[in-house]
Structures are given as C-alpha cells and as structure tokens.
C-alpha cells in the first residue's frame, strides 16, 4: 500500500515549476497538507531557488485560507526547518525545495512534529484529502508571521553534539563547497563558532546553480580538491541544494564516496555506543555489517529514501543512519539527513585523533562502490526485472532488484522516485572486480531496454 503513492515521490513532492508543479496544484496540495495537520502553527522555509518565495508565498496562503497559522523562517537548510520544527514546538513544517534536482525543479517536503517527514502512511492521508477535495476551509484566516530564531536554534542543537572545546584547540581548516545552496547560511557560521579556518567556494546563494550544479558529485568537485590540496586545509566538505547531504574530500583532494565516509563516521560513533542499532537502505555498503559487529551492533535495512531510514530509526531508536548519497543521520541530533552535523561529527572525530581524514579512512575495510543511471519508465522497468530474475543468484526485491553475486560484491537496479530514470548501484572488494560487474550488468540492462 506504502507504494501506491501518486504525488509523493522518494522525498517529498517535486516537479518543474510551471509545468506540473503549478501554482493551482502547490495551493491544493498545500489544503490537502493543512487538513492532515488540522491545526497550526506551521513553519515555512525554503531553498535558494528562483521560484521559492513565490511558492512559499503560495503555501502560506493556502495555510491561511484553511485556518492555520504559518510561520516563515525564509532561506534555511532543510535539516534547520526540520530541528527547528521540533525544538521551537510547531505542529509541522513545510520545507520548499527540489533538492539536488535541476534549477526548473521545485518541491515540497512535509514535516511532522517531530522534525522527521511525515512517514509513507501519512503521506497517503494527505494524498486522499487531494484526491477527494476533502480540504479544511476556513471562515477565520490564519495569520502569517516571520520566525527569526531557527538558525540560532539548528546551530547551537549541532554543537550541544560535539566537543567545542576540543575542536576550537585544534584549529581545522576546512574549505567549504556551499553548491550556492542553503547550507550558505549556517555551515560558515557553525564552522566559525567551532574555531575553524573556514575557505568558501560557490557561497553565493543562487538557485541556477552556476557553480555546479545542486549534486555534489566526483565529476563536479575538482575545484573543491583542488582548493583543499592548494591551501593545505585538514578537508573539504560539498553540500547539495537544501543542504542535507554531504560529500568529504580528504587532505589529498580525493573525494569520499557517501558510503565510505558514512563507515568512518559510523565507526567513530559506535565505538562511544556500542550495542546500538543502524539503519541504512538497501544499496548502501555491504561493509557496515563489519564496522557494526565490532561494537556488537545491528544494521537494519529498508527501501530507498531518508523517509524510510528517518522513520525507521524512530522505530527501532537507532543512534545512525544513512544513504550511500552522502545523506548521514545522527539519531542524538535528528533522525534525519544534515550536512552541517556530519560535518560536525567529523570535526569532533579529527580534533579525538591523531591521524589526518586519510589515514582514517585507510583504516576502514577495503570496498569500492559505483552507480549510474538510464533513462527508463515503469514499463521498462518491468523488461528489467523479467530479465534480472532468471540470474542465479540471491535476490533481495526490497527495492527494486539486489543480486548478491558474492561475500563482498552485488548490483543491484532499482527505478528512481523523482526522475524517469532506473539507477544502478555496484560494489566488490577491487576496483577492478567491481568496474567488470557494472559493464556486464549495465549491458544486461540495455539489451532489456533494447527488446
């Protein structure tokens, strides 16, 4: 039932902006949101985009023509609307964003109370006030006021997490890739507070994304490595649009895959708390399940997207959680994706030791990981699957289709929740291993296409 959903895709409801994200359907959707919370105050941010504050203008309407109070806090991250939503004692929170998706993109997130997105089964309850036009209306409008208070309030939750003293005695520089995005606002002023030399690339707020683009990835972040490696800095650190995921670049300038800087940072965590519980989905590192026994832990696995690991972790109290996209989760702050905690984390872990970022990581268990992507719709998906079940192999359909090929290698293909496009996940204990397994598949997937 989870995944009958229609406007809800892997993380909130997203669109192009003018296009199917029009301005009838943000106010619809937006009634449809206010009758599944019933009453306000809600709290309202957004991304830097261009079409944001007219949306955001859209979404408080709406909230008051339904009898809600909205309260707006302007350009935050996504995980500053989400603590902010909890600490300041909101009933929800409505974060307008599309993410890591292209400048034309835009986006809703919805918050529940407890700083988390509302879960699958929530967002089918407020599917179904779409749907039937079952919306709350209001003879009384709700009042629309400013909130000023929420990035004081994200800013001293992530240092109530981390040694302050001990990292401001270590005097780290970092250079910081701040994708023009919303971490713009509050990563300078963490890393200011915490003592560190701070460098800043791409800091402008812009939703077109000059700098490049709203997804960190290995391909776009040269002039992050290049910069770390020219000014001596101890890392460097490049957040997406809203600034809820994270990419590391180490000392040398080679960038950290979502994976393997989630291990390290697990690792650290669990040895203060052993005996605990992390969730990750299902295309994420296999080598979890090592770091994990050393502490006696336990990894749980779910579909993809940060709703299924946030709420997850609710469940089961788990202290971790993450994606392979850099997305890490630190149950003690919020049970949600945040580049500035991640960041914070991995400050404490280097002001505690005596290694530099790649010695750390050195330490960890070898594993290489990959991904890709082609276009593909529902239909084709279908081809996909007929031709991936007939592998002699151990299959987990959590998500998708994962063949578990050995100990230490899988692939696994899945259809994306925001895109019409399927992506491929790989991993193995060599690089080499691992580049044959993604050819091979990446064929088998294109033949299937081809048919």
């Given at each position: 039932m989870v995944g009958m959903a229609k406007l809800f895709g892997t993380n909130g409801v997203r669109g192009v902006f003018g296009e199917d994200l029009t301005l009838d359907f943000i106010s619809k959707i937006t009634l449809s949101i206010a009758s599944f919370f019933k009453k306000g105050p809600i709290l309202v941010g957004y991304d830097g985009r261009e079409s944001s504050i007219i949306i955001s203008k859209i979404v408080t309407a709406a909230l008051s023509s339904a009898g809600l109070d909205s309260v707006v806090c302007g350009i935050v991250?996504?995980?500053?609307?989400?603590?902010?939503?909890?600490?300041?004692?909101?009933?929800?929170?409505?974060?307008?964003?599309?993410?890591?998706?292209?400048?034309?993109?835009?986006?809703?997130?919805?918050?529940?109370?407890?700083?988390?997105?509302i879960s699958r089964e929530d967002e089918l309850l407020v599917e179904e006030f779409y749907f039937k036009k079952k919306w709350k209306i209001s003879n009384k409008f709700g009042s629309i006021t400013k909130e000023s208070t929420s990035i004081d309030t994200y800013i001293s939750g992530v240092k109530d997490r981390v040694n302050t003293r001990k990292i401001k005695?270590?005097?780290?520089?970092?250079?910081?890739?701040?994708?023009?995005?919303?971490?713009?606002?509050?990563?300078?002023?963490?890393?200011?507070?915490?003592?560190?030399?701070?460098?800043?690339?791409?800091?402008?707020?812009?939703?077109?994304?000059?700098?490049?683009?709203?997804e960190p990835t290995p391909q776009n972040?040269?002039?992050?490595?290049?910069?770390?490696?020219?000014?001596?800095?101890?890392?460097?650190?490049?957040f997406d649009g809203d600034g809820d995921?994270?990419?590391?670049?180490?000392?040398?300038?080679?960038?950290?895959?979502?994976?393997?800087?989630?291990?390290?940072l697990s690792k650290y965590i669990l040895k203060k708390y052993?005996?605990?519980?992390?969730?990750?989905?299902?295309?994420?590192?296999?080598?979890?399940?090592?770091?994990?026994?050393?502490?006696?832990?336990?990894?749980?696995?779910?579909?993809?997207?940060?709703?299924?690991?946030?709420?997850?972790?609710?469940?089961?109290?788990?202290i971790i959680g993450f994606e392979e996209n850099g997305g890490f989760m630190y149950g003690k702050h919020n049970q949600v994706r945040d580049g500035s905690m991640t960041m914070a984390i991995l400050l404490d872990l280097l002001a505690n030791s005596k290694n530099s970022l790649s010695k750390e990581m050195n330490l960890l268990p070898p594993s290489f990981t990959t991904k890709g992507k082609i276009e593909c719709s529902k239909d084709d998906f279908k081809k996909i699957m007929k031709i991936l079940k007939v592998e002699p192999y151990k299959k987990d359909l959590t998500d998708g289709?994962?063949?578990?090929?050995?100990?230490?290698?899988?692939?696994?293909?899945?259809?994306?929740?925001?895109?019409?496009?399927?992506?491929?996940?790989?991993?193995?204990?060599?690089?080499?291993?691992?580049?044959?397994?993604?050819?091979?598949?990446?064929?088998?997937v294109k033949t299937a296409l081809d048919r």
């Open positions: 991250p996504t995980p500053c609307l989400q603590f902010a939503t909890r600490q300041l004692g909101y009933t929800g929170g409505i974060m307008i964003t599309a993410s890591h998706n292209p400048p034309q993109y835009n986006g809703m997130k919805v918050i529940a109370r407890d700083g988390i997105e005695s270590r005097n780290l520089r970092i250079v910081l890739d701040l994708g023009n995005g919303a971490q713009a606002v509050t990563a300078p002023r963490l890393c200011k507070d915490l003592g560190c030399e701070t460098i800043l690339i791409n800091e402008k707020i812009d939703g077109t994304f000059p700098g490049r683009g709203s972040l040269d002039k992050l490595s290049n910069m770390v490696i020219k000014s001596r800095s101890d890392f460097g650190i490049a995921r994270s990419i590391f670049c180490d000392e040398f300038g080679k960038i950290l895959t979502g994976d393997r800087s989630a291990l390290l052993s005996k605990s519980k992390i969730v990750t989905s299902v295309n994420s590192t296999s080598v979890i399940e090592k770091i994990a026994a050393n502490s006696e832990s336990k990894v749980l696995r779910t579909r993809v997207g940060s709703v299924e690991v946030s709420r997850k972790m609710v469940k089961e109290n788990a289709i994962k063949l578990s090929l050995d100990d230490s290698s899988w692939i696994m293909v899945r259809l994306s929740g925001t895109e019409p496009i399927a992506r491929i996940y790989a991993e193995s204990s060599s690089q080499s291993k691992l580049d044959d397994i993604f050819a091979k598949y990446l064929k088998k």
